[in-house]
């Protein structure tokens, strides 16, 4: 039998995809990794036979953002699916270059408003592409804190934190995973979590919801199998991933990503997805992204 893995090729999610891969590959199933942000596979996953040997990675862009992005898609997100389960949760986090944010005495979140609102325009974020969860981070904040500061779109989340880090860009509101390292070795400093309260991760960072109730946008990701896949076999995919979701090693690997492992039933993953779907048609429409 051929088992089929299609996973993201970069970024964030190509760190989140070893896991899948190493469970994928003790059962004799071949991981391949695909370009194109996550979307080539997830349209493969939603195109093969219901047979069980072909599962893929779901996650926010592909699933809840991508629909209201683009007129069309080759998928339905919602009805071409079978979830499997949640994997992991990541926060997004306003991060700020540490000499910039010397230079112009910001410490916190407070002083960071202080300061844009102050100086409309003179700040700039960078993201990994128009209609990005970091782009969408970024507008929705702006908005809400009534500040404005110019947006400027990368190919991907590790280009827009190297301009952060060479002075190009201010500030972005990417996940904490594509962050971290730079968090870590005090090149930048984390200013606010992007999640309702703040991640355990972070502990002493404040959540934005803090200052402005109801902002939250936050990186997932998940397992899908195609819509007709039978519920026995969906199940039997459950218990092998949750499994190994639950296991001391796998939690260690994730937190060294600050990564949180979210395990859950299938109707638990099917209800967040369609919940994400609804929700982010209003963040994408107030956000102003536009693809095509």
């Given at each position: 039998m051929d088992r089929r893995l299609f996973l993201h090729a970069t970024g964030a999610a190509a760190a989140v995809a070893a896991f899948p891969s190493?469970?994928?590959?003790?059962?004799?199933?071949?991981p391949i990794r695909l370009g194109g942000g996550g979307g080539i596979g997830v349209d493969l996953v939603a195109k093969a036979p219901p047979d069980g040997l072909t599962i893929g990675m779901a996650a926010v862009a592909m699933h809840a953002i991508n629909p209201w992005l683009f007129k069309k898609l080759p998928y339905d997100a919602i009805k071409d699916f079978a979830p499997i389960t949640q994997m992991v949760r990541i926060p997004n986090v306003l991060v700020m270059n540490a000499?910039?944010?010397?230079?112009?005495n910001i410490t916190d979140l407070k002083s960071f408003l202080a300061y844009?609102?102050?100086?409309?325009?003179?700040?700039s974020y960078a993201s990994g592409g128009n209609g990005s969860g970091g782009h969408l981070a970024g507008e929705v904040f702006k908005s809400k804190a009534g500040i404005y500061a110019v947006h400027i779109p990368y190919n991907g989340g590790a280009p827009s934190q190297l301009a952060m880090l060479s002075g190009t860009v201010d500030y972005t509101l990417d996940n904490l995973a594509t962050s971290g390292a730079n968090i870590r070795a005090g090149k930048v400093i984390p200013l606010a979590v992007t999640t309702p309260q703040r991640s355990p991760l972070l502990p002493n960072v404040p959540a934005i919801a803090e200052t402005y109730p109801g902002f939250e946008i936050d990186t997932w990701w998940g397992l899908i199998a195609p819509a007709a896949t039978p519920k026995d076999v969906v199940a039997r995919l459950n218990k092998a991933f949750v499994g190994a979701l639950e296991s001391a090693e796998i939690k260690t690997k994730f937190?060294?990503?600050m990564a949180e492992p979210v395990p859950t039933t299938p109707e638990q993953f099917a209800d967040l997805i369609k919940r994400e779907y609804t929700r982010y048609e209003g963040v994408v429409k107030a956000s102003g992204a536009k693809v095509d």
């Open positions: 190493l469970v994928f590959a003790q059962a004799g199933g071949k000499e910039t944010a010397k230079r112009l844009a609102k102050a100086n409309p325009a003179k700040l937190a060294g990503m």
